[in-house]
């Protein structure tokens, strides 16, 4: 059993702040399984260094950089299991690797930070098109590197249901495992034209709704947008190819409202407490 989780730390939290979500992670059986074997990706980092956080950790936890410096990796797992490839657009791929010999299973890892459409001339076509060209970069590492297994965590700046996450022509993930599962493929364009995009199984949807003690709507709170009453918004998501479904426990993905004894909301649960994050962490464990 595998925890995969991402966090957007808008550069304001501190090295402590990582060291506890690590250690959150990795202590707890339920999410990371008995060998607590983890892979955590950081973006808007700030002054957090990969010197300060592999001094912090120890030598158990792998720490490095993405080529640009857009992202850290932060993994506990056994030699071998985890190869970074080139820093892309917004997007850091790794090849990983579980299990050895006849059960040898190779992944399409991605970690994400997409752009936030705010400010452009027409944000909807703007992130629609951002997500396009994120599947296409996607699909032809899948093609190049024979898999059909891949996962993307991250900051989307987008909520599970807009067009950039939905459209075929967009990143196609579906809302239900059961129609991701038989359906597969969406069709774009016409006539000869007409191509079949694979799709994604989005799982966020699930925490859609209401908060309460046991569940959490969204990674982000924006209140100060009076023409808009979502307020909760899960722009940090995971996405999965259909076949990886059948890896996913009960409860998983969920965003993390407290790393040990932080706790990252507000009293009374009313939004996110900014001196730390403006985002939550995601989790997902995975089966593999």
Not at 53 to 67: E, N
Not at 252 to 259: A, F, S, V, W
Request: glycine letters at 6%.
């Amino acid at each position: 059993m595998l925890a995969i989780a991402y966090w957007n730390l808008g550069k304001r939290a501190q090295v402590q702040h990582v060291v506890d979500l690590t250690f959150e992670l990795t202590e707890s059986p339920s999410l990371s399984g008995p060998h607590g074997e983890a892979i955590i990706g950081l973006s808007e980092t700030g002054r957090i260094s990969v010197q300060s956080l592999r001094a912090a950790l120890g030598t158990a936890f792998s720490v490095y950089a993405s080529d640009y410096k857009s992202f850290i990796c932060i993994s506990k797992l056994a030699s071998g299991q985890l190869t970074s490839e080139f820093e892309e657009e917004h997007a850091w791929p790794f090849l990983l690797h579980r299990g050895a010999g006849q059960t040898l299973e190779t992944h399409c890892l991605w970690f994400v930070h997409r752009p936030s459409p705010f400010g452009k001339f027409n944000p909807r076509t703007y992130s629609t098109l951002d997500a396009a060209k994120l599947r296409q970069r996607v699909e032809v590492r899948e093609a190049e590197q024979a898999i059909a297994k891949s996962i993307l965590i991250g900051d989307f700046n987008s909520d599970p249901y807009c067009d950039s996450m939905v459209a075929a022509g967009a990143l196609n993930s579906a809302m239900c495992r059961n129609i991701a599962s038989h359906m597969r493929f969406r069709t774009e364009g016409k006539g000869r034209y007409q191509k079949k995009i694979p799709m994604f199984y989005n799982a966020m949807w699930a925490n859609l709704g209401d908060q309460t003690s046991t569940a959490q709507p969204g990674s982000f709170f924006n209140d100060g947008d009076i023409s808009d009453s979502t307020i909760w918004h899960a722009l940090d998501q995971v996405l999965i190819r259909p076949s990886l479904i059948p890896t996913l426990p009960t409860g998983t993905p969920k965003y993390l409202t407290n790393i040990r004894a932080t706790n990252l909301l507000k009293p009374q649960s009313n939004g996110i407490d900014t001196t730390i994050s403006d985002h939550l962490p995601v989790v997902v464990t995975m089966k593999i």
